[in-house]
Structures are given as structure tokens and as C-alpha cells.
């Protein structure tokens, strides 16, 4: 015998901003599941779920992720302080991307695109009115620079700042280019935060420190 029941719990502010399976949405309330059931011994177990219901920036009140539970949910930040730890973002991003990559399809973000994957989810953070917040007001960027059969390539290794992998013909190029992905890393986190480079190798040694 088995016996369901639902219930939907309302929230009330501050509310909170949570994120999964690549969608954001304001929590507003949350649906719980419970499933009761008896077996032919008459032993007795309970199984509950929770889904998480959310309003969207642009719909109205009351979409219930049914495909994900509160436990699955990353809250990202609440009404008394609408921004989002960088970091965060970060690992957010790289994750997705992660995810992008198992898929079957040929349109999948590449590997390297985290940039893509990040511009597209500042754009929806904005929609909320949600900024960028960190600990720290600069990051260190350990970059690893070595020589390859293209030209030459740097790396970082740190987690702390953004990872990026280049590849260029020259170290002027390669040195233009590490220039642009600061920039862009300082702009897309609308500039709370400057980002350092410091050599992982003896060929980034006195090269990074002068870009």
C-alpha cells in the first residue's frame, strides 16, 4: 500500500537565488513530496522529496523544478546581498562546461570556451540584479609558459584566478594575448578584482611579471 502527499511550503524574504542543471531562479516556495508506503509485512518507510519552486526574472510566480531537488541546489546569494562570490561563478562555470562536453551533439561548447559559458551567465545574473562580490581585491594568476610545435603556450594552474590555456606563434603574441584575457577576467567581473601574474616556469620568468 503506498500513500503520496503533497505539500507546497511558501517562503518569504529575503529570498534566495539558487541555481541547478544550468537554470537560476528566486526560490519562492518549495513543493514536498512524501510518499508513504507499507509492505506485506506491514513495515512501514517514508520517502520525501523536495523540489524547489522559483520565479523567473521575466514569467510569472510558481515554475517547480521538477527535474531537481533542493539538496541538488546551489544558492548563489539572497535579497540582503545580491551578489555572488566570484569563486563560485567560477566553479559554475567550469562545471557546465563539463557537462557541455559529455554531450553527444556537435553544437557543444569546446572545452577551452569557458569564456562563452561565463558571458552567458553574467547576462542572466544581471537580469536578477545579481553582481560579483570577493575576499580578495587582486587574485594571483600562476601561469606555466612553455615552447610547443605550434610556437609557445601558457597555462595556469592556480585556482584561484580563471584558467586559460593559449597557444601562439610568438611570445609577443603570446604575451598580446595573456593581456586580453586579463582584461576580459577584470571586465567580466566588473573590475571588484585585478588579476596578477606570477611565473610557473623558468620560461614564464621575467616574461609574465612585465604583461
Not at 523567473?56 to 555572488?84: F, H, M
Not at 545579481?130 to 612553455?146: P, Y
Not at 604575451?175 to 596578477?196: G, N, P, Q
Request: charged share 25%.
Amino acid at each position: 500500500m503506498d500513500m503520496i502527499e503533497t505539500k507546497i511550503m511558501n517562503l518569504s524574504a529575503p529570498f534566495d537565488y539558487i541555481y541547478c542543471n544550468g537554470e537560476l531562479g528566486k526560490h519562492i516556495g518549495t513543493l514536498i513530496v512524501t510518499k508513504a508506503t507499507w509492505n506485506e509485512e506491514g513495515e512501514y518507510a517514508l520517502e520525501t522529496h523536495s523540489h524547489p519552486i522559483v520565479q523567473y526574472w521575466n514569467s510569472p510566480k510558481g515554475t517547480v523544478w521538477n527535474q531537481a531537488e533542493l539538496k541538488d541546489c546551489e544558492v548563489l546569494c539572497n535579497d540582503d546581498d545580491k551578489r555572488i562570490d566570484i569563486q563560485t561563478f567560477q566553479l559554475l562555470c567550469y562545471q557546465k562546461d563539463q557537462i557541455l562536453q559529455g554531450e553527444d551533439d556537435d553544437t557543444y561548447i569546446r572545452p577551452d570556451d569557458i569564456s562563452t559559458i561565463a558571458t552567458e551567465f553574467k547576462k542572466n545574473l544581471k537580469y536578477y540584479g545579481i553582481g560579483f562580490k570577493s575576499a580578495h581585491e587582486s587574485l594571483t594568476s600562476a601561469v606555466f609558459v612553455g615552447s610547443c610545435r605550434e610556437g609557445y603556450y601558457a597555462e595556469t594552474y592556480d585556482a584561484e584566478a580563471p584558467y586559460f590555456d593559449i597557444v601562439e606563434e610568438t611570445l609577443e603574441k603570446l604575451a598580446e594575448s595573456l593581456k586580453e584575457e586579463r582584461e576580459f577576467w577584470e571586465d567580466m567581473y566588473d573590475h571588484i578584482v585585478t588579476i596578477h601574474y606570477t611565473p610557473e616556469s623558468s620560461l614564464a620568468t621575467g616574461f609574465v611579471e612585465n604583461i
